[in-house]
């Protein structure tokens, strides 16, 4: 039976990666900042829960022992969300993270994921490949792509495998009050008539936060397959179709007033992503 820790475990993906973990028979060491809502998750007996707050890593802890000595770990805190633009991630956040993982990866993990971004890829349009290069933006997608690139660097000097797993869109209950599809079941709730969006012409990649947390797991549990993986349906949609889709499969109507929020100025018009990676792990 696998050890394997999670961080970030009450997070919106957390807590579906760790159901599929317990799923495949995993030992699970389930770790956030917020105990009193681990309590309240249906997994929190069937796991070893250990609270522990990212801005308070300390150097002289062996984090690999504090852990009980996991056999794969898989990284999904980060602080901050959804603030993509503040500084924060890159003064705060990135330092702590780089600390933690050198860490309790010169102590003895030998296996780690990591969630990584789409937004990596910056402003490049159309099908994204892995292959392709990073071109952030945004402090957010700067500071995860650093990360990245800092973990790759103490590979020339730890035998560890890494996958780096960038995350595409996702949706499901559980996600913040304020994602698309959150306010959208908050004006249908409410019975509002209208609902104010963009114009919905750009193109993304939708995948439910379920069959991602499946894919991380499979993921982490294999270890042929390596390095950035992108997490993707690789089926474009625009906006607007994804919510008219929504709303037939809820059987709900509301009117849709296109175009009253402007288009995000840190994401291309139009991009999904490759997943023929994704599909070499998720097959096996």
Not at 1 to 28: D, H, P, Q
Not at 126 to 132: F, M, P, V
Not at 260 to 281: A, I, Q, R
Request: charged share 20%; with cysteine; hydrophobic share 40%.
């Amino acid at each position: 039976m696998k050890k394997v820790l999670v961080t970030g475990a009450t997070g919106f993906i957390g807590t579906y990666v760790i159901r599929e973990l317990l799923k495949s028979n995993c030992s699970v060491i389930a770790t956030s900042a917020n105990e009193r809502k681990a309590r309240k998750e249906a997994w929190f007996n069937l796991v070893t829960y250990i609270s522990f707050d990212f801005t308070q890593v300390n150097p002289a802890v062996n984090y690999y022992e504090f852990f009980k000595k996991p056999d794969l770990m898989i990284h999904l805190a980060w602080e901050g969300l959804p603030n993509y633009k503040s500084s924060f991630h890159l003064e705060q956040n990135l330092p702590r993270h780089i600390n933690f993982l050198t860490n309790i990866i010169k102590d003895g993990l030998k296996d780690l994921t990591v969630a990584g971004t789409c937004l990596e890829y910056g402003m490049q349009e159309g099908c994204l490949y892995e292959s392709l290069p990073a071109l952030p933006l945004i402090p957010y997608a700067v500071a995860k792509n650093e990360l990245r690139k800092s973990l790759e660097a103490l590979q020339q000097h730890h035998s560890f495998i890494l996958k780096w797993v960038r995350l595409f869109y996702m949706y499901g209950k559980g996600q913040n009050p304020n994602s698309l599809l959150s306010l959208l079941d908050k004006a249908l709730g409410n019975n509002e008539k209208v609902f104010n969006m963009s114009g919905g012409e750009q193109t993304r990649d939708y995948l439910p936060v379920e069959k991602i947390a499946e894919y991380i797991v499979k993921i982490a549990l294999q270890k042929k397959v390596n390095g950035i993986i992108n997490s993707c349906s690789g089926q474009p949609i625009t906006i607007k179709q994804f919510v008219e889709n929504y709303l037939k499969k809820k059987n709900k109507s509301i009117k849709l007033n296109i175009g009253y929020y402007p288009y995000t100025d840190y994401e291309p018009m139009h991009f999904w992503g490759d997943n023929s990676k994704l599909m070499s792990v998720a097959k096996n």
